[in-house]
């Protein structure tokens, strides 16, 4: 299958003049969603398959889910990590306690915010889900980078520019989604994130004596 071109900023403000094609460009920016493993190019299945398995793999040994993100992209994290813990059993955790967050900005800046806190609490072997739609936040990719230093798997979720600086880092795991507009890029990621989490629940339920 031939796909369409990436839209440029202006498509993507042109396609919210009307709700019906804003709901079109999402289902374009979805099918259009690009996949890196450690690098290498993979299809979207491929990719969603890979999440599961790392999923999967991570409950099996006890490991836990970090995950990290600003805004829209932080209550998709609190979504998620509670799903992930409540339907299939795996340690998930966010940093998105207000507390801990004017703590590190106040004392470290907010490049910190979510860097330290997995430093003193990820193990090597650890998943962190990074989410940021712009791709350039800094205390996302600093959280990521610091993750990948630290022997964790990352799994990195962004959009706008196929050249943001999160989708350029050697993540296990990199989808991209085309798309200049935040509620895209923040639904898109939130849809790629249930679409692994409820075929790992699926499995889950289908094992014997589940």
């Known amino acids: 299958m031939t796909l369409k071109r990436a839209p440029t900023k202006e498509e993507s403000e042109q396609a919210a003049v009307r709700p019906s094609s804003w709901l079109r460009s999402l289902s374009e920016s979805l099918e259009r969603t690009t996949c890196l493993q450690r690098g290498d190019s993979a299809s979207l299945e491929a990719g969603l398959e890979a999440l599961v398995g790392i999923w999967s793999r991570l409950r099996a040994s006890g490991r836990c889910v970090f995950w990290a993100g600003n805004g829209g992209s932080a209550a998709i994290a609190s979504h998620l990590s509670q799903d992930l813990l409540n339907k299939c059993g795996l340690k998930s955790l966010t940093f998105n306690d207000p507390a801990l967050i004017t703590c590190m900005a106040n004392d470290y800046g907010y490049q910190e915010t979510f860097k330290r806190p997995l430093a003193a609490l990820a193990q090597e072997g650890d998943l962190l889900v990074a989410v940021s739609s712009s791709g350039m936040s800094d205390n996302i990719v600093k959280a990521a980078e610091a993750a990948l230093e630290m022997g964790l798997e990352v799994a990195a ?26 509620g895209q890029a923040e639904l898109a990621h939130g849809a790629l994130l249930h679409a692994a989490l409820d075929c790992l629940e699926r499995e889950l339920q289908d094992q014997p004596g589940a």
């Open 157 to 182: 979720l962004s959009a706008f520019s196929a050249n943001n600086r999160l989708q350029r880092l050697p993540a296990t795991l990199s989808f991209h989604v085309p798309t200049h507009s935040y």
